[in-house]
């Protein structure tokens, strides 16, 4: 190792020219060949320190970075400056200082971008593009914000994002889903500003195109109702447009509506209206027909055949929290009728797949059988009922149906997946992925839900290309502490959670495409065993109604709570 030197120092710039000095050869992607000393270089980079010291290398191959930013790399090293740095060798330079951990030239490109910023006294598209893109560049690669911060602050300081979007979004085709996100960040509350522009290209493409990945993508995640509010003729000239979409599309133009019309409309503090009870030819009129005998003893409210308010909840819309894993454990209400969880299904936001559907189905069922009896397994609701419910809602909100490797699991209530499944068994719809270990703590599967840690797993997300970071590709989950007993779980996106370097995170990786579940085995009436999925949802329950817990060990005679894993959506 090389011996205690700070730095940044001055070597001289007179030894780059030493031929005896000059011992290490750098190899850039020009194909043209930097030496340098490896003494001076490792005194700067624990990196190429190690590489020469421990390693021996006598060749570094640096064929991601250009030439004349490996000069400017090996001249700031001696010299402990950085004045050589430009526009062109900037991105080169700044993530080459970061590859190899040089931390005084990593603040020095950090000033340079931000001296960059402070000397634009007049927007120009040029000018904040270059700020945009470099900060987007550095967040991708690097998962460091600061300097696209620098760059939207510089955007907003102009009162500028129209015109920035005006330009940046002509082809908005090429950008990826990260673009994206960046895009409807940076509007923040002037979502108007970004409609007003997918309107323009809409109106001639819609009808001779369809709908442009990109436009679907920025509509969906934007909060449309903001444009609702600030400009009410530019929301429906939209919809309007969408209007023209083909048959197939009108599903996803009347989810978009619904989604953005009812925002902000209904407060918190005002009644709740009373939901119809359900006309779905799937679901019987009259809950007594669909619960059986024994759930009328369960409350007086259940003996009453009126249709009862559904919870405020169901009502409003539910922000989702960024990075955080959905968990209906946290919202549930589980003193809802059958009929009226059938209808929070139908229009509830937060519940936007079929397996999250199964998920709230699931809790709801086991959780009533259990409360009546110790003993016997008795369900509210008959399994062809509920099956037919299932299918129908996973039709009416267009969801996709299962992989076909879910087939042989049970669940709702001990029945089947199958009818939810794909005939095909190369769907691969959802993958199951299990944690390699708990980074914090030595508690494991379900009672670590419940302690402070965090949960590595490798994953290479299908839309990462080649990758050369360091480490594998993968995740980290962290459970965040709740009011309740069952801890929510997060996913960790900074860069700090990945320092340790065994694994490295993309932004591909998000975590409303994640559902938790353990998969356990469940011994039948005879010698059978059974593969069940428990949902993160019911097992919160669990854990907090000790009663509850007991019963259902009686019952199946096993511990099938000792792992999980996560079903990511692919």
Same mark, same amino acid.
């Given at each position: 190792?090389?011996?205690?030197?700070?730095?940044?120092?001055?070597?001289?710039?007179?030894?780059?020219?030493?031929?005896?000095?000059?011992?290490?050869?750098?190899?850039?992607?020009?194909?043209?060949?930097?030496?340098?000393?490896?003494?001076?270089?490792?005194?700067?980079?624990?990196?190429?320190?190690?590489?020469?010291?421990?390693?021996?290398?006598?060749?570094?191959?640096?064929?991601?970075?250009?030439?004349?930013?490996?000069?400017?790399?090996?001249?700031?090293?001696?010299?402990?400056?950085?004045?050589?740095?430009?526009?062109?060798?900037?991105?080169?330079?700044?993530?080459?200082?970061?590859?190899?951990? +040089? /931390?005084?030239? =990593?603040?020095?490109?950090?000033?340079?971008? !931000? $001296? &960059?910023?402070?000397?634009?006294?007049? #927007? %120009? *598209?040029?000018?904040?593009?270059?700020?945009?893109?470099?900060?987007?560049?550095?967040?991708?690669?690097?998962?460091?914000?600061?300097?696209?911060?620098?760059?939207?602050?510089?955007?907003?300081?102009?009162?500028?994002?129209?015109?920035?979007?005006?330009?940046?979004?002509?082809?908005?085709?090429?950008?990826?889903?990260?673009?994206?996100?960046?895009?409807?960040?940076?509007?923040?509350?002037? +979502? /108007?500003?970004? =409609?007003?522009?997918?309107?323009?290209?809409? !109106? $001639? &493409?819609?009808?001779?195109?369809?709908? #442009? %990945? *990109?436009?679907?993508?920025?509509?969906?995640?934007?909060?449309?109702?903001?444009?609702?509010?600030?400009?009410?003729?530019?929301?429906?000239?939209?919809?309007?447009?969408?209007?023209?979409?083909?048959?197939?599309?009108?599903?996803?133009?009347?989810?978009?509506?619904?989604?953005?019309?009812?925002?902000?409309?209904?407060?918190?503090?005002?009644?709740?209206?009373?939901?119809?009870?359900?006309?779905?030819?799937?679901?019987?009129?009259?809950?007594?027909?669909?619960?059986?005998?024994?759930?009328?003893?369960?409350?007086?409210?259940?003996?009453?055949?009126?249709?009862?308010?559904?919870?405020?909840?169901?009502?409003?819309?539910?922000?989702?929290?960024?990075?955080?894993?959905?968990?209906?454990?946290?919202?549930?209400?589980?003193?809802?009728?059958?009929?009226?969880?059938?209808?929070?299904?139908?229009?509830?936001?937060?519940?936007?797949?079929?397996?999250?559907?199964?998920?709230?189905?699931?809790?709801?069922?086991?959780?009533?059988?259990?409360?009546?009896?110790?003993?016997?397994?008795?369900?509210?609701?008959?399994?062809?009922?509920?099956?037919?419910?299932?299918?129908?809602?996973?039709?009416?909100?267009?969801?996709?149906?299962?992989?076909?490797?879910?087939?042989?699991?049970?669940?709702?209530?001990?029945?089947?997946?199958?009818?939810?499944?794909?005939?095909?068994?190369?769907?691969?719809?959802?993958?199951?992925?299990?944690?390699?270990?708990?980074?914090?703590?030595?508690?494991?599967?379900?009672?670590?839900?419940?302690?402070?840690?965090?949960?590595?797993?490798?994953?290479?997300?299908?839309?990462?290309?080649?990758?050369?970071?360091?480490?594998?590709?993968?995740?980290?989950?962290?459970?965040?502490?709740?009011?309740?007993?069952?801890?929510?779980?997060?996913?960790?996106?900074?860069?700090?959670?990945?320092?340790?370097?065994?694994?490295?995170?993309?932004?591909?990786?998000?975590?409303?495409?994640?559902?938790?579940?353990?998969?356990?085995?469940?011994?039948?009436?005879?010698?059978?065993?059974?593969?069940?999925?428990?949902?993160?949802?019911?097992?919160?329950?669990?854990?907090?109604?000790?009663?509850?817990?007991?019963?259902?060990?009686?019952?199946?005679?096993?511990?099938?709570?000792?792992?999980?894993?996560?079903?990511?959506?692919?």
């Amino acid at each position: 190792m090389a011996p205690k030197v700070t730095v940044p120092m001055d070597f001289g710039r007179h030894l780059l020219r030493s031929p005896t000095h000059n011992n290490l050869t750098l190899n850039t992607k020009d194909g043209q060949e930097v030496t340098a000393s490896s003494v001076i270089l490792s005194f700067n980079s624990p990196v190429i320190d190690h590489m020469t010291t421990t390693l021996h290398m006598t060749s570094v191959d640096m064929l991601e970075f250009s030439e004349a930013a490996v000069r400017i790399f090996v001249e700031s090293a001696y010299s402990g400056t950085a004045d050589e740095i430009t526009r062109e060798t900037f991105r080169d330079l700044n993530k080459m200082s970061s590859v190899f951990k +040089v /931390e005084w030239l =990593v603040e020095k490109c950090a000033q340079y971008f !931000s $001296d &960059l910023s402070e000397a634009v006294k007049v #927007p %120009t *598209y040029t000018d904040l593009l270059f700020l945009f893109e470099e900060g987007a560049y550095v967040y991708e690669n690097l998962k460091r914000k600061n300097l696209l911060e620098i760059g939207m602050k510089k955007i907003q300081s102009f009162s500028w994002k129209s015109q920035f979007f005006e330009e940046y979004l002509i082809k908005a085709e090429r950008l990826s889903i990260l673009k994206l996100d960046l895009v409807i960040e940076l509007a923040g509350n002037d +979502v /108007e500003s970004v =409609v007003q522009i997918l309107s323009r290209q809409l !109106s $001639d &493409l819609v009808l001779n195109q369809g709908l #442009p %990945t *990109y436009c679907e993508y920025l509509l969906e995640n934007s909060d449309l109702s903001l444009c609702r509010q600030s400009n009410k003729l530019l929301f429906d000239e939209l919809f309007d447009m969408l209007d023209n979409l083909p048959d197939e599309k009108m599903r996803w133009t009347y989810g978009l509506l619904k989604k953005n019309s009812k925002k902000n409309v209904q407060k918190c503090d005002e009644p709740t209206p009373l939901l119809a009870v359900s006309t779905h030819p799937l679901i019987p009129s009259n809950e007594g027909d669909i619960m059986k005998e024994n759930s009328k003893n369960n409350s007086e409210n259940r003996d009453d055949p009126r249709p009862r308010p559904v919870s405020t909840f169901s009502l409003i819309p539910r922000k989702k929290k960024p990075n955080m894993i959905p968990n209906l454990y946290h919202s549930f209400d589980m003193d809802m009728s059958f009929d009226e969880v059938y209808q929070w299904l139908l229009i509830s936001d937060e519940v936007d797949s079929i397996i999250l559907a199964i998920e709230a189905i699931s809790t709801w069922n086991w959780y009533r059988c259990f409360k009546k009896s110790a003993t016997t397994v008795k369900f509210d609701v008959d399994l062809e009922v509920l099956q037919g419910m299932m299918e129908g809602l996973r039709s009416i909100r267009g969801w996709c149906k299962l992989p076909h490797s879910f087939s042989s699991y049970h669940c709702l209530g001990g029945g089947s997946l199958s009818y939810l499944c794909s005939s095909s068994r190369e769907e691969t719809t959802y993958l199951y992925l299990t944690p390699e270990l708990s980074l914090t703590s030595e508690k494991q599967g379900m009672e670590a839900l419940r302690s402070s840690t965090k949960f590595m797993f490798r994953f290479k997300h299908p839309a990462v290309g080649s990758c050369n970071l360091p480490g594998q590709c993968g995740f980290i989950l962290e459970t965040v502490r709740s009011s309740l007993s069952l801890w929510k779980l997060r996913l960790c996106t900074k860069e700090d959670d990945y320092a340790s370097g065994r694994i490295h995170f993309h932004n591909e990786i998000r975590a409303e495409n994640m559902h938790v579940f353990v998969r356990g085995v469940q011994v039948g009436l005879t010698t059978s065993i059974i593969p069940v999925l428990y949902p993160l949802t019911w097992l919160g329950f669990l854990w907090n109604e000790k009663e509850i817990l007991e019963k259902l060990i009686n019952w199946t005679r096993s511990s099938s709570f000792r792992s999980f894993g996560v079903f990511y959506k692919v």
